[in-house]
């Protein structure tokens, strides 16, 4: 056996260049296919002769064999990210055939082992995660359920004791005779003898067919039959409430099984199927038998399900590893995947090879994951790109963490301190609204200074972590002098991150405040953090509560550190407008129930700076592109890249920039080329107050004149057929 071997001896299969990955071995055990380079499948006999290229692409198809090995199936992205679903010939006599055809994504098609359907999981309906299978030819899509339900009626009956042959006896005969005497009288059992008579007729024709020479399977043509004509419109969904995951088929092809949240389901190939649950067991499936019978990799071992039953198969296996090479090899790998898959096929015009040699040997003999971190972060920096950087997600040597730290944590009382005091104790010189300092119980006041924290004395001096290191749950009790008195109180900490959060609300609601007050309560403001889909819905819904009665808006993006929604703000802030409606007795408007999102077309300023990052950039560009109002404020940060990341054997983890975005105008990279305001301002360094931002009483300025403008140019009035001759 394999295992036996005091060795294993290693054969190169392929000689074609370029990464290979997603090896597999087609039923019939005769043909090899693999994925080389982003997305190109080749095939092959099983020796690696006769390699050749299937499909070429720049995204990586996951691909199935057919059960006769004559067909693919795989799914793969188009120019515009959508995947869909493909059927392409082994032998490469004909294009892939999209069979899904449909805008949203979908992806992990098989065939079932019949050869009859190919099945596949799809978001065709908003956000929801369905199973679909389509027919392969037009007479399986005409069969219904009911036709199957017959079927399966049947073959039951076929087998009920009442049409079984026996053996006769003259008692029997006499019996027999009887019996057919008094059924033949009865009219519905007669129909049914002669249907069953008329299919044992068809099973017997059926049997000499096979077994006739001419018959001989070898003879039959290659492949089954595909029906490619209107493929797409036979697809059907099983509308289920689990989002389904690993979808495989049953050994008989009636129904799928599929995996959630470690749990394993089954469900029929019927559209109001429910699922049911297999087991709470859950795995990579490697081949599944009769009677659900699954050979599979369970909890990280090689295991057999039966019946309920889940069989694990432990084993240990001992690894002997150089570390100097294992950092080599995560150096290289590093090396080769941005080789491979940085969107700049020039690499930034650099002399990639020799960047490698310049870091390889560094990388080899870090003596800890920080140094080896470090070392693979400057050979990325040798590109000069945004979106990228190594982190380790394991840290070696093990570092010692003492039991007792555990969920400690810097904690934070709410209150801001004047570190110019020069006296005894901390000078309280801000109060976070709603913080444990705001509390009706626990209430401190600017101008009061704390004298001990938790029997500590304090002073301005004092290192704050020393005396509120601690657990979120602990209670903190404070001493502090107000005018000539001394108090005692105790408060309840928050987090840093809590205690930012709501120092930033309180700051956003300054903000807006001057700008209602410096506008005549005509304007509004709304700052957008990023571009992530909570902060979405928060724009979404100030795009009623700031605009409301509001003639123009102030969107501000600095410090915005990017994500995704650009689109979705844009379809916010640009909408259609070819008409409006007016009810009886009402004014202009647009249903707001036909809107994508709510809108807004009224006046808007655009604030960015040079922390405004990624997706946030996007958005300025589009701003100024679309020419939909002012950008103010100084250039973006020119970082703009599409990134995926991929995991580095144990090292770590590194980001992937593998997608531009170039400007429809000129064509030009976003990346290093930032989106530069209409008017550039530079604000003081550090954070101004709302009175004292240049940028933000400027975009007050220009837009109170965009206002002016826009009333200028009202929409034309409503004319009623009645008016009109």
Known sequence: YWWQKPELTHVALTDTEGVKSQLSLSPQKDKIAWIEGNGALW????????????????????????????????????????????????????????????????????????????????????????IYYVPLTKEESEITERDRKREKAVEKMKKDDLYKEKPSSKKDLKTDEASKSRLSKNPTITKIAEFLESLNTKEKNSEEQDNDPEKDPKNEPAGFKIDFEDIHERIRRIDIDIRPRSLTWSHDSESLLFQNDKKLYSVELKSDAKPKKITDNGGDIIRIEKDNHIYWISGNK???????????????????????????????????????????????????????????????????????????????????????GFRTNNVWPKAYTPTNAK????????????????????????????????????????????????GAAVNSDTPLHTVLTGRLTDTIEIVFKRSDKELTTSLQPISYSRARS????????????????????????????????????????????????????????????????????????????????????????YPHSRRVYATWHKPIVVLCNQHSY????????????????????????????????????????????????????????????????????????????????????????????????????PVKPAKYRSQTK
């Open 407 to 454: 969920d400690l944590t810097l904690l934070h009382l709410g209150a801001e301190y004047d570190y110019d005091h020069t006296g005894e104790g901390l000078l309280i010189s801000t109060i976070i609204p709603n913080s444990p300092a705001d509390r009706e119980k626990s209430k401190l006041h600017i101008g009061d200074i704390i004298l001990s924290i938790n």
């Open 302 to 388: 090689p295991a057999f399900f039966n019946k309920k039953k889940n069989t694990t198969y432990g084993f240990n296996a001992s690894i002997e590893r150089v570390q100097e090479d294992y950092q080599r090899l995560g150096i290289r790998l590093i090396w080769r995947i941005m080789r491979d898959q940085f969107y700049d096929p020039a690499l930034n015009n650099k002399d990639w090879p020799a960047i490698l040699k310049k870091y390889e040997n560094h990388a080899a003999i870090a003596p800890d994951s920080s140094s080896f971190n470090r070392v693979a972060n400057m050979l990325l920096g040798e590109l000069n790109a945004s979106h990228m």
């Open 43 to 130: 095939i092959s006999k099983v020796d690696g002769s006769e390699a050749k290229l299937l499909r070429d692409g720049w995204d990586s198809p996951y691909y199935s064999w057919s059960h006769d090995g004559h067909w693919m199936t795989f799914s793969s992205q188009n120019e515009n990210f959508n995947s869909d679903i493909f059927i392409i010939p082994t032998d490469g006599s004909a294009p892939a055939v999209n069979i899904s055809r449909h805008p949203d994504n979908e992806y992990s098609p098989s065939f079932s082992p019949d050869g009859t359907h190919i099945s596949f999981v799809g978001m065709r309906h908003g956000e929801e995660l369905d």
């Open 502 to 589: 709501l120092a930033r609300k309180a700051d956003l609601a300054a903000y807006a405040h001057h700008v209602h007050e410096s506008s005549n309560q005509g304007i509004g403001y709304i700052h957008v953090a990023a571009m992530a889909w909570k902060e979405f819905e928060e724009f979404e819904k100030d795009i009623f509560q700031e605009g409301y009665g509001r003639d123009g808006l102030i969107i501000d993006v600095r410090d915005n550190g990017g994500g995704f929604t650009a689109d979705h703000l844009l379809t916010v802030l640009t909408p259609p407008r070819f008409t409006y409606t007016v009810p009886r007795g009402g004014e202009i408007g």
């Open 614 to 713: 990624s997706n946030a950039e996007i958005f300025a560009h589009a701003i100024k592109e679309l020419d939909r109002g002012k950008v103010i404020g100084v250039p973006t940060a020119g970082g703009v890249i599409s990134t995926g990341s991929r995991q580095i054997l144990d090292l770590g983890r590194l980001r992937r920039p593998f997608r531009g975005w170039f400007l429809n105008s000129n064509g030009k990279d976003m990346e290093l080329y930032p989106a530069v305001p209409n008017i550039i301002i530079w604000n003081d360094v550090g954070k101004p107050s709302p009175k004292d931002d240049r940028q933000l009483s400027k975009a007050i300025e220009v837009l109170k004149k965009d206002i002016q403008t826009f009333k200028a140019n």
